[in-house]
């Protein structure tokens, strides 16, 4: 979503904001803005710029403004286009306070008609902007920084993190965070705050995170943090892990590519991160042995990939653990009835740790006292710091918007855990336990072959071919149908090719009337015999109407080889693993197709990294 930055210290701010802006652009991208107490004048300054960071570099460049404190933003629209006028900063009537916010005011209508009414004139059609006039209105008569936030927090519904600079007191940067993450870099004679840790990553490696429901009042030396009931408190400041300040394409095209290229070592780092925790797993991770042992069921909380890593995980639960799983999709799971069930696990997933529908869930259902596993790749995220317990992928800072690692990692810590809950269950040997992290590794290590064995075929004929299509269709059965869905999911998001995915089976029951030689079938093989036996079967519908065939097969599925129009390989594995050895091949295939269209792979066009808002 929208990312703030803001900067107060001896330095100028103009260049470490706007570093810190590109660092989290790939969270939202669609217009930028700057301001700051400029040097020379005293005065708040500003720009603004609809479209990519960079425009707001090049005005930056033609008309410098700069100073000791400054806050930046850049924008994923929610309330009004993605235009000049809408970019954050925002400012009160006076232009004396400017504010960035992140997050959704779900009151602004009624706040916005009652400033109206008290003579506030609005710029913007942006929730934000109320931000700013509300705080003019508390700061004029509480003439205090510290009450008018406590005044404002008390009016605003919603969520934001929000950072404010005032023309009158340059020597403060405030943040205040509700729903929406946000983080105070602690240097020496000078502080960040933002709403991710990328933004001040080697700047400095000290960091606290702000709670929920806090503010803070930052000045060059000091952050002094608040709960909104006015309460100082004592925040930790911890150290920055290292590897997230590794941010580099290191000579990749994409960073999509460069960490599609990292997943066979973020395989391992979880696995050995799961392995590490030895026969103190469950504490470890937060869990209780008790509710491992009796868990009766599993339900897996997520959106997007990371539900689709969910829904692969379900046949890991179901068939290695024995526990019926399902895995349900956050912005659905909010709205329908809730059955307390104190002897279900929730697991949920989410790359960043910060998606508001997911840790909307989390919240309802820690409200009525359930127990929630958190599986992220962030450990200060939200997620983890709400959840009963936790478990994180290692997959690293993950940069690029469609995910790729973190998806991988998901589904490697998943099985890991099937197979750990179900050796303390007892359904499985050690010796089993043992031979499931081998082949888990191993499937790494296919995964990356796999990368190798086809990148030639994939950049240099595959894509150019398949690139002038306009819709796919993908099918999976078993757990290459939620395959399917990420599979189409990548097309969709970074190629902006229709793409639908379906179980294999289903393509009778309607589907099937869009078969013909212009929308290619992917189609996703299993290696087991009987679900191979039943693809083999679609496969042949889908020629029978002179369908053009995409297949990723296993090696011995000569028949479904012989049916292909193109077809790719890969060696039989564990039927759990298939979906993983395929996923480096099938995200490079979707990525190169992406690419010979000439989209702009690392920042698709509308969406954003992580999203914040419901
Ligand atoms: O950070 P999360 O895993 O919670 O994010 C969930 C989805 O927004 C995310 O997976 C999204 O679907 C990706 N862009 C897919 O590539």
Redesign the pocket.
């Known amino acids: 979503m929208c990312s703030v930055v803001g900067y107060i210290g001896q330095r100028q701010s103009c260049a470490l904001v706007m570093e810190g802006l590109a660092r989290l652009e790939y969270r939202g991208y669609d217009s930028s803005g700057f301001a700051c107490v400029d040097n020379e004048t005293r005065r708040l300054m500003s720009a603004k710029s609809a479209g990519r960071l960079s425009q707001l570099v090049t005005r930056l460049q033609e008309k410098p403004i700069d100073g000791t404190v400054g806050v930046g933003h850049t924008r994923w629209s929610t309330h009004g286009v993605a235009s000049e006028a809408n970019a954050h900063p925002h400012f009160d009537c006076t232009k004396k306070i400017s504010l960035v916010h992140n997050g959704i005011i779900e009151n602004y209508l009624t706040l916005k008609k009652e400033l109206e009414a008290e003579g506030h004139v609005f710029l913007s059609q942006t929730d934000s902007e109320v931000i700013a006039h509300l705080f003019e209105r508390a700061f004029e008569q509480t003439k205090s920084c510290k009450k008018a936030v406590m005044q404002l927090v008390s009016q605003l519904h919603g969520a934001y993190a929000v950072v404010i600079v005032m023309e009158e007191h340059p020597e403060l940067l405030i943040g205040i965070r509700k729903s929406s993450p946000l983080c105070i870099g602690v240097g020496d004679g000078e502080m960040f705050i933002a709403s991710d840790v990328l933004a001040f990553a080697g700047k400095t490696d000290r960091v606290s995170f702000l709670p929920e429901k806090t503010f803070t009042l930052v000045t060059k030396d000091k952050a002094a943090v608040y709960d909104f009931d006015g309460q100082l408190l004592d925040l930790p400041v911890e150290k920055l892990d290292s590897v997230w300040t590794a941010t580099e394409k290191q000579g990749h095209e994409h960073y999509m590519l460069k960490e599609i290229y990292e997943q066979k070592s973020a395989i391992y780092k979880t696995v050995s991160l799961c392995q590490s925790f030895g026969e103190s797993v469950w504490n470890s991770i937060g869990i209780s042995a008790d509710l491992i042992k009796n868990t009766k069921r599993i339900k897996i909380i997520?959106?997007?990939?990371?539900w689709h890593a969910g829904r692969i995980a379900e046949f890991f639960f179901e068939e290695i653990t024995r526990i019926p799983t399902t895995a349900v999709l956050a912005s659905e799971f909010r709205y329908r009835t809730f059955f307390p069930e104190l002897d279900t696990l929730y697991i949920a997933?989410?790359?960043?740790?910060?998606?508001a529908d997911?840790l909307e869930v989390v919240r309802m259902l820690n409200a009525h006292g359930q127990k929630v596993l958190a599986l992220t790749n962030v450990a200060s995220s939200t997620l983890v710091r709400e959840s009963e317990g936790f478990l994180l992928t290692q997959a690293g800072p993950e940069l690029a918007?469609?995910?790729t690692k973190?998806f991988t990692t998901q589904v490697a810590a998943l099985y890991w855990l099937a197979a750990r809950m179900a050796l303390e269950r007892t359904v499985i040997s050690d010796g089993q336990f043992k031979q499931c992290q081998e082949e888990l590794l191993m499937t790494a290590n296919i995964l990356e072959n796999g990368l190798d064995a086809y990148k030639y075929q994939i950049f240099e004929k595959l894509a150019l071919f398949y690139s002038n299509f306009s819709a796919f269709i993908f099918l999976g059965r078993h757990s290459t149908y939620p395959f399917a869905l990420e599979a189409a999911?990548?097309l969709k998001?970074i190629a902006y090719v229709f793409a639908q995915a379906y179980p294999a089976g289903e393509l009778k029951h309607g589907p099937i009337a869009l078969i013909d030689e212009k929308t290619p079938v992917c189609l996703f093989s299993h290696p087991d015999p009987l679900i191979y036996q039943k693809l083999l079967s679609n496969a042949q519908e889908i020629k029978a109407r002179k369908g053009h065939l995409i297949v990723f097969a296993f090696e011995g599925q000569t028949e479904l080889q012989a049916l292909a129009d193109t077809c790719l390989m890969f060696p039989a594995v564990n039927s759990h693993l298939a979906v993983l050895s395929m996923t480096g091949v099938m995200q490079l295939f979707m990525y190169a197709i992406a690419r010979a269209r000439g989209c702009d792979i690392d920042r698709p066009r509308n969406?954003a990294?992580?999203?914040t808002v419901e």
Request: glycine residues 12%.
């Open positions: 997520g959106c997007g990939t990371s997933i989410s790359q960043s740790g910060e998606t997911t918007v469609a995910s973190a999911l990548k998001e969406l990294k992580s999203v």
